[in-house]
């Protein structure tokens, strides 16, 4: 089974980056799609962007389009995300996630396999 764990959170300011890596165990990794979610303090878990199995394909939340890019290195068992162009409406926890396919979906139920998350914030 694919176990992820996430790194590269903290505290930025407005208009910089950071970037998210999520390692997962496991010998089938390319086999599965990956997701990044996030979740803000109140509010429910929701789709950042995921990448096919092979990262052929990549998808993405409208609100996070142009300025995040979801990437992987199958070889090193290994999704990125490259968040550049903060806001502090970016202010979450990110989660990275395993879906249950090659190609997942936007929805988190379709995903069952969740690290621990990393804390993003972005202050004005």
């Known amino acids: 089974q694919v176990q992820p764990v996430e790194s590269g959170g903290g505290l930025v300011q407005a208009g910089d980056s950071l970037r998210l890596s999520c390692a997962a165990s496991g010998r089938t990794f390319s086999l599965y799609a990956m997701g990044w979610f996030r979740q803000a303090p109140g509010k429910e878990r929701e789709f950042v962007a995921r990448?096919?199995?092979?990262?052929?394909?990549?998808y993405y939340a409208d609100s996070v389009k142009g300025r995040f890019t979801i990437s992987r290195d199958n070889a090193k068992n290994t999704v990125y995300l490259q968040m550049n162009s903060l806001k502090p409406e970016d202010t979450a926890v990110y989660y990275c996630a395993v879906a249950r396919n090659f190609f997942g979906t936007n929805y988190y139920k379709d995903y069952n396999v969740w690290g621990q998350g990393t804390q993003v914030t972005v202050s004005s």
């Open positions: 990448i096919f199995g092979s990262g052929g394909n990549t």
